[in-house]
Nanobody, 129 residues
Framework: QVQLVESGGGSVQAGGSLRLSCAASGLTFSRYPMGWFRQSPGKEREFVAATSPSGGSTYYKDSVKGRFTISRDTAKNTAYLQLNSLKPEDTAVYYC??????????????????????WGQGTQVTVSS
């Protein structure tokens, strides 16, 4: 049974930082593309960042480029999302996701949430001005 468990959310002031973690179990972590998405009240879930199975390729939503960094540690079966220079508009529930599509086409669909098969429960990030 695949499980993804996020942690690290919290409340910070604008300009602050947080590090989100996503601990994975029940899968061969090194083979799965990983993504982070977020959802604010009244809005649809949106792509934030993604990383290829090796971690060699990373992708970001334009508004978080230069502020957020996605990474993964195969030895710990954990993906991370470092959030720096946070803004109030970053306030959302953040979800990590894993995709079972390991056919090498990742860069063509990394931002599509319907291509991810497994999801965590989410962790709340609140940024105050």
């Amino acid at each position: 049974q695949v499980q993804l468990v996020e942690s690290g959310g919290g409340s910070v002031q604008a300009g602050g930082s947080l590090r989100l973690s996503c601990a994975a179990s029940g899968l061969t972590f090194s083979r799965y593309p990983m993504g982070w998405f977020r959802q604010s009240p009244g809005k649809e879930r949106e792509f934030v960042a993604a990383t290829s199975p090796s971690g060699g390729s990373t992708y970001y939503k334009d508004s978080v480029k230069g502020r957020f960094t996605i990474s993964r540690d195969t030895a710990k079966n954990t993906a991370y999302l470092q959030l720096n220079s946070l803004k109030p508009e970053d306030t959302a529930v953040y979800y990590c996701a894993a995709s079972g599509r390991i056919d090498g086409s990742f860069r063509s669909w990394y931002s599509s949430d319907d291509r991810y098969d497994y999801w965590g429960q989410g962790t709340q990030v609140t940024v105050s001005s």
